[in-house]
């Protein structure tokens, strides 16, 4: 399954760079380990246009870490065909 998500310029260019692997966000979704996010930057009051996918990894649900209602989700960076190949 594919989530098309929200995310802050500043949590965006995190994720891209591989220094973030992990989002935090309400448990309102069927979110499981292999699904795909699509995470759209979105700036003031509309999307910037840039765009990554990230895999889940890893749900973490405990509610002795997790704040109620939330859940912790590992990420792993999906780098488009094109990159990949120069790397």
């Known amino acids: 399954m594919i989530h098309e998500l ?20 309400r448990d309102d979704r069927p979110y499981a380990v292999l ?23 890893y749900i973490l649900r405990d509610k002795n870490y997790v704040k109620d209602g939330f859940c912790i989700l590992g990420i792993k960076l999906i780098l488009p065909e094109d990159i990949r190949q120069i790397l």
């Open 6 to 25: 929200k995310i802050a310029p500043e949590y965006f260019e995190k994720v891209i760079t591989g220094e973030k692997t992990f989002e935090v966000r």
């Open 35 to 57: 699904d795909k996010l699509r995470l759209k930057e979105y700036k003031g009051h509309g999307y910037t246009g840039r765009e990554a996918t990230v895999a889940v990894s």
